[in-house]
């Protein structure tokens, strides 16, 4: 029992969706190696595109990408290894962002609805 209770890495409480009840995570530590994996495809989420203060993120970004441009021979070169990593990067990050405020404001509405429901 004790050797479990080391590798528990934490807990958290999360409502469960449309009941109301809540459910337990528990995420444990294993001494297991992790799986290597290797590089995988890269593919543009051009949704995100809809929104304006995005598109203005990428503009910013672009005036700030060409100030690089005279670190490379080519515009070949520029846009393939800097361009193209920091573009990817980007989108990344804004599709990590947006699933972060979803979740959190599902995880609002599923406390409010159990809310509601308790009382």
């Known amino acids: 029992?004790?050797?479990?209770?080391s590798s528990?890495?934490?807990?958290?409480?999360?409502?469960?969706?449309f009941t109301d009840?809540?459910?337990f995570v528990l995420r444990m530590a294993i001494d297991a190696p992790l799986p290597i994996r290797g590089r995988s495809y890269?593919?543009?989420?051009?949704?995100?595109?809809?929104?304006?203060?995005?598109?203005?993120?990428?503009?910013?970004?672009w005036r700030t990408w060409q100030q690089h441009k005279r670190h490379y021979n080519n515009y070949v070169t520029w846009w393939g290894t800097y361009v193209k990593k920091k573009l990817g990067m980007l989108f990344i990050?804004?599709?990590t962002n947006r699933r972060r405020d979803l979740r959190q404001m599902e995880d609002f509405y599923y406390h409010a609805m159990y809310d509601a429901l308790r009382e």
């Open 93 to 95: 990050k804004e599709g």
């Open 42 to 61: 890269w593919r543009m989420n051009y949704s995100l595109l809809q929104s304006e203060t995005f598109e203005k993120e990428i503009d910013d970004q």
């Open 1 to 5: 029992m004790a050797r479990l209770h």
């Open 8 to 17: 528990k890495s934490g807990v958290e409480r999360v409502a469960a969706a």
């Open 21 to 23: 009840h809540l459910e």
